[in-house]
């Protein structure tokens, strides 16, 4: 059973991350942080970069540490991996193309 846990997470780890830079994007509309700059670009973008780019790292680690191997179970682990960096890549990529506070 302990593959199940494997398989789940990178949906886990992409949902936890979906919801911090979420709740990241919601406090720092509140607390202006559009309007700081940074020598890097607006603070708000930079700091929503940050999380999601230390994210992406985690399932890079998780892909990297996963079973292997030619069983049924093992793919599924794989492919729940490969999910969770996939969803975290699209569902996360507006947080550099789009602006962030209306």
């Known amino acids: 059973m302990r593959w199940a846990a494997w398989m789940l997470a990178g949906p886990l780890l992409w949902a936890g991350l979906f919801s911090v830079v979420y709740a990241l994007h919601g406090v720092g509309c509140a607390w202006g942080w559009p ?12 700091i929503l970069a940050a999380v999601w780019v ?24 794989s492919y729940g991996a490969w999910i969770g960096l996939v969803a975290s890549l699209l569902t996360l990529a507006p947080i550099l193309l789009t602006s962030t506070c209306f």
């Open 54 to 77: 230390g994210g992406l790292a985690l399932h890079a680690i998780l892909i990297w540490q996963m079973p292997r191997g030619p069983s049924r179970e093992d793919r599924l682990v």
């Open 35 to 46: 309007a700081l700059t940074t020598p890097i670009g607006q603070a708000q973008v930079v």
